[in-house]
């Protein structure tokens, strides 16, 4: 989310006050009701389906066992930042009440684990077999809103020209919504705004700023962190085959001359076969392709850090992560999209030091693949 830079300092700075308090509604009741927020916090990841899971633990009190029920229950957790005569709110996303416990230990705090609003989609099923003929990403979008239902807003729809004919689901909504999205090189999810999102996946082509730049500086926030990378995971040449014969088979590769990871390389050729029965077309079938030729070209770069909490972080936003160099001798800075974040809700005014897992979809050094959708 776009973040006011003098908040992102006063953030990386400190000297920071902060609040988190969370509003619970139920659709079609009267319940609206301010929560007593005592810990908790949101874990984020670039998954498909449920991206946000909130995890609270709120002050007991008379009759909110029966208001935080899980039946539509929905929950929005803000935190409100103050510095000086500054003040910021920052929401973390929009929840639905899938589980609760109380614990009688004297302590008077009740628990409840809330997803997303993508819970809907994964929570209603089809009721009848569906053959999905048309446009793939009107298709998909069409049975997400279904599911999410009109008080669900769509934020971004990027829309494509794949379609398809003649594929029949029959039980899982999300299943139907994935693989089609998949088709057309797309993928979904709710915002923190509530609101459904439908675009492309995030790459680290096109330059810009990173999100956040983590560093172990004076001024930094980088407090441990670790390093990693692995060639066992490549795959540099994808295979596409047809399930019932309908075109031949599809071959997508790294052909980039300054990959490391290309199929001329050192490494050699390692080739992945993927039987579809879902791609009708060759045109489809390069595009599923293409979509795992995307993940499965980065040599396992993977970073994790503990760093002073950005809580404006999302999932697959780039993040720039400063290392000493090898032998100790300056600095190297390796860019990473955000795979994983947790936002731990700051204890008694405090932030709690914060969890991210990075990772990288290009090969370190390379470009990616050059990727013209038909």
């Known amino acids: 989310m776009r973040v006011d830079p003098a908040l992102e300092q006063a953030w990386r700075i400190g000297g920071c006050t902060f609040e988190v308090f969370c509003r619970a509604t139920r659709p079609g009741t009267p319940l609206d009701v301010d929560l007593d927020v005592a810990a908790g916090g949101v874990a984020m990841t670039d998954e498909p389906g449920v991206r946000a899971v909130l995890s609270m633990q709120v002050a007991m009190r008379p009759g909110l066992w029966d208001t935080l029920a899980p039946l539509g229950t929905r929950l929005v957790p803000v935190l409100r930042t103050r510095a000086g005569h500054s003040r910021w709110d920052t929401r973390f996303g929009v929840f639905e009440v899938e589980e609760q416990s109380l614990t009688y230990d004297g302590s008077g705090v009740l628990s409840v684990t809330a997803p997303d609003l993508w819970v809907r989609v994964r929570n209603r099923r089809l009721d009848r077999s569906v053959v999905a003929n048309g446009n793939a990403v009107d298709i998909a979008v069409a049975y997400a809103r279904e599911a999410l239902g009109p008080d669900v807003p769509v934020t ?181 999209l955000l795979a994983s974040v947790d936002h731990p809700f700051p204890q008694r005014g405090q932030p709690a030091t914060q969890s991210l897992t990075m990772r990288s979809t290009r090969p370190d050094g390379g470009e990616d693949i050059d990727e013209d959708t038909p």
């Not at 730049?213 to 980088?222: A, C, K, M, R």
């Not at 045109?283 to 993940?295: E, H, I, P, S, Y």
Request: charged residues 20%.
């Open 156 to 336: 971004k729809i990027e829309r494509s020209t794949v379609t398809v004919r003649g594929l029949v689901f029959e039980d899982d909504r999300e299943e139907l919504i994935d693989e089609l999205l998949t088709l057309a090189g797309r993928v979904a999810y709710i915002d923190r705004d509530g609101g459904l999102v439908v675009e492309r996946p995030r790459t680290l082509t096109g330059g810009g700023s990173a999100a956040w730049p983590v560093d172990p500086f004076h001024d930094g926030v980088l407090a441990v962190g670790t390093r990693s990378r692995s060639s066992a995971p490549v795959r540099n040449r994808i295979i596409v085959r047809s399930a019932s014969g309908r075109y031949p088979q599809q071959t997508v590769q790294d052909a980039n001359p300054s990959s490391p990871t290309r199929v001329s390389g050192p490494m050699g050729p390692r080739p992945l076969i993927v039987t579809t029965s879902r791609a009708q077309t060759a045109t489809q079938a390069n595009l599923v392709g293409r979509d795992v030729l995307r993940w499965s070209t980065a040599t396992g770069a993977e970073t994790t850090a503990s760093t002073v909490p950005h809580y404006g972080l999302d999932p697959t936003d780039p993040v720039a992560v400063t290392f000493p160099a090898q032998g100790g001798d300056g600095w190297a800075s390796e860019r990473h």
